[in-house]
């Protein structure tokens, strides 16, 4: 599958796309008013655009997962992985559809008011829960796949503005091969 793709740049790109979609997440959560300001004028505008970009990569990444993607060249080379691969395939069109309640919920916060950001980020960090859960799925995936050592940190809410955002990333490589 995918010609002579070592498992190294499988995992690399994995690590990437999880990596730049906690950051967009970091940063659409950044643009939520503070809870105690009484009213922020268009935030709901700015929450939407963030919303709307991680949709359109969440959806481009799931399908990148499930046509030839990592995840299967996982199956191939460890085919007791396929019950875990499908139940993470399974999980794409919930997480999507979750996201989707929130941009829907944002759109129609009436007012905007301080406490309909307050709803929207909650809803977002309950979905971010899931996405997060769904992504410790997938390492652990391409960890017993691709015979490597994934070295996560804990995937707590919003890791501060460092771009990795907790995960490993493709240029420090903080993945080893298992013996």
Same mark, same amino acid.
């Given at each position: #599958?995918?010609?002579? #793709?070592?498992?190294?740049?499988? %995992?690399?790109?994995?690590?990437? +796309? @999880?990596?730049?979609?906690?950051? #967009?997440?970091?940063?659409?959560?950044?643009?939520?008013?503070?809870? +105690?300001?009484?009213?922020?004028?268009?935030?709901?505008?700015? #929450?939407?655009?963030?919303?709307?970009?991680?949709?359109? +990569? *969440? &959806?481009?990444?799931?399908?990148?997962?499930? /046509?030839?993607? =990592? *995840?299967?060249?996982? %199956? %191939?080379? =460890?085919? /007791?992985?396929? &019950?875990?691969? !499908? $139940?993470?395939?399974?999980?794409?069109? @919930?997480?999507?559809?979750?996201?989707?309640?929130?941009?829907?919920? =944002?759109? $129609?916060?009436?007012?905007?008011?301080?406490?309909?950001?307050?709803? %929207?980020?909650?809803? *977002? $960090?309950?979905?971010? @829960?899931?996405? $997060? !859960?769904?992504e410790a799925l997938e390492d652990r995936i391409i960890e017993q796949g691709f015979n490597v050592c994934l070295e996560n940190e804990d995937m707590a809410e919003p890791r501060g503005a460092s771009d990795s955002g907790g995960r490993p990333n493709a240029a420090s490589?903080?993945?080893?091969?298992?013996?």
């Amino acid at each position: #599958m995918n010609g002579g #793709m070592s498992g190294n740049v499988f %995992v690399d790109h994995l690590l990437a +796309e @999880h990596r730049r979609l906690d950051h #967009m997440v970091y940063q659409t959560l950044a643009m939520l008013p503070n809870w +105690e300001e009484p009213s922020s004028p268009g935030w709901t505008e700015q #929450m939407l655009t963030g919303l709307q970009s991680i949709r359109r +990569e *969440l &959806s481009r990444h799931f399908q990148e997962e499930e /046509t030839g993607g =990592c *995840l299967e060249e996982a %199956v %191939v080379r =460890c085919p /007791t992985l396929c &019950s875990e691969v !499908a $139940r993470a395939k399974a999980e794409h069109a @919930h997480l999507l559809q979750d996201l989707e309640e929130v941009i829907e919920h =944002c759109r $129609r916060a009436a007012g905007p008011s301080a406490f309909d950001a307050h709803v %929207v980020g909650q809803e *977002l $960090r309950a979905v971010v @829960h899931q996405l $997060r !859960a769904h992504e410790a799925l997938e390492d652990r995936i391409i960890e017993q796949g691709f015979n490597v050592c994934l070295e996560n940190e804990d995937m707590a809410e919003p890791r501060g503005a460092s771009d990795s955002g907790g995960r490993p990333n493709a240029a420090s490589s903080r993945y080893s091969e298992a013996e």
